[in-house]
């Protein structure tokens, strides 16, 4: 079965509180593993000041799927495909979602971000934005999630000058 690779960017449509916001994500995620496990599908997500950038890897159809809800999800405005592209392999196989944290990397991933006159990434940044996420689980010694299990939580270590 041809593997696939999502990348989307999106804004956060709701106004709260910081603590707030930290649960809505934490639910988010933990939703998003169960579903994409039950259709075979990986993949991370980043937040950072009311911004979404998430990978999913999987089929086609599960994936299309998938990204209609996210489309249709009246927590998300301004949703961006920025990369739908066939894969060789899985870059997120050992989560079926996971979050990293963004502490310590916010200039680099909102550097990454900036898009072209036609609201494109170029190639090249899609991949470095793709690298970056995992470098940063890896770095974080995020164990993977066990099956039936949900999601992990990509939290820094202190390695990153994180007070959580």
Request: charged share 15%.
């Given at each position: 079965m041809p593997l696939y690779r999502l990348l989307y960017r999106s804004e956060a449509s709701l106004q709260v509180s910081e603590q707030d916001?930290?649960?809505?994500?934490?639910?988010?995620?933990?939703?998003?593993?169960?579903?994409?496990?039950?259709?075979?599908?990986?993949?991370?997500?980043?937040?950072?000041?009311?911004l979404f950038v998430q990978v999913l890897e999987g089929p086609l159809g599960p994936l299309e799927a998938t990204f209609e809800r996210i489309c249709r999800d009246l927590r998300h405005r301004r949703v961006i495909l920025m990369e739908l592209a066939a894969a060789e392999e899985r870059i997120f196989q050992d989560w079926s979602m996971v979050r990293i944290r963004d502490v310590?990397?916010?200039?680099?991933?909102?550097?990454?971000?900036?898009?072209?006159?036609?609201?494109?990434?170029?190639?090249?940044?899609?991949?470095?934005?793709?690298?970056?996420?995992?470098?940063?689980?890896?770095?974080?010694?995020?164990?993977?999630?066990?099956?039936?299990?949900?999601?992990?939580?990509?939290?820094?270590?202190?390695?990153?000058?994180?007070?959580?």
């Open positions: 916001w930290g649960r809505m994500i934490d639910q988010i995620v933990a939703t998003s593993a169960q579903l994409n496990e039950n259709v075979g599908l990986s993949g991370a997500l980043v937040t950072s000041k009311g310590g990397s916010t200039a680099d991933i909102s550097s990454l971000l900036e898009l072209d006159k036609s609201n494109r990434l170029y190639a090249s940044t899609t991949s470095a934005l793709v690298s970056l996420m995992r470098n940063l689980l890896v770095a974080r010694r995020i164990p993977p999630t066990a099956r039936g299990t949900g999601a992990n939580f990509a939290t820094p270590s202190k390695a990153f000058g994180s007070s959580d």
